[in-house]
C-alpha cells in the first residue's frame, strides 16, 4: 500500500508539473499574441528622410491642410505622418497644443513607455513643426458684438 501512496504522489507531481508548464505556454503565446515584436531582431531605429515620405500637393486644401490626415500642410508635416501616425491617429496630434517642451516631452514619454522609436535626425524637424503649427493658442473672450441694432424689450 505504501508503494503504492508514492506512485500516486508521483503521479500527481507529474501532472502538476504539466498543468504548470502548459499554463506558462499558454500565457507565453497569448503575451507574444498581443507583442509580437518582442522578439523581432530588427533595428528599432527607423530614419526618414523627407524624399521618401513626399506626398503629392494635390492632396492639400485650399486652406493649407492635408485633406487624409487633417494636419497643417507646412514643412515637417510628412514625418509626422510618417513617425506618428503609424501607431495612433493624426487627431490626437491635432487636437494638442503645446510649446515645444511640451512636444518633446511627449516624444520622450512614447519613447519610454510605448514603444517609440529613436526618431534621430528628424526629431528636430518634428519638434520644430509641432510647435509652430500647434503651439498654444490664446483665447480669451470673444470679439465685442458691432454692426447689432439692439432694442428694448416691453414688459
Not at 22 to 34: D, H, P, R, S, T
Not at 97 to 121: A, H, P, V
Request: aromatic letters at 10%; a negative charge.
Amino acid at each position: 500500500m505504501n508503494d503504492l501512496l508514492k506512485a500516486f504522489r508521483l503521479l500527481m507531481i507529474g501532472l502538476a508539473s504539466i498543468a504548470v508548464l502548459l499554463l506558462i505556454l499558454v500565457k507565453g503565446l497569448f503575451f507574444w499574441n498581443q507583442n509580437p515584436e518582442i522578439f523581432s531582431w530588427e533595428s528599432d531605429s527607423v530614419e526618414l528622410s523627407e524624399s521618401e515620405v513626399l506626398e503629392p500637393k494635390s492632396d492639400i486644401s485650399e486652406e493649407g491642410i492635408h485633406l487624409e490626415s487633417g494636419l497643417v500642410a507646412d514643412d515637417g508635416y510628412q514625418l509626422i505622418i510618417a513617425n506618428c501616425t503609424k501607431c495612433h491617429s493624426a487627431n490626437l496630434v491635432t487636437q494638442n497644443r503645446g510649446n515645444r517642451d511640451y512636444w518633446k516631452s511627449l516624444i520622450i514619454w512614447m519613447q519610454t513607455t510605448q514603444g517609440l522609436w529613436e526618431l534621430g535626425d528628424s526629431e528636430e524637424k518634428i519638434l520644430d513643426y509641432l510647435s509652430k503649427n500647434y503651439a498654444p493658442v490664446q483665447e480669451g473672450r470673444r470679439a465685442n458684438l458691432s454692426g447689432v441694432q439692439w432694442y428694448e424689450l416691453e414688459d
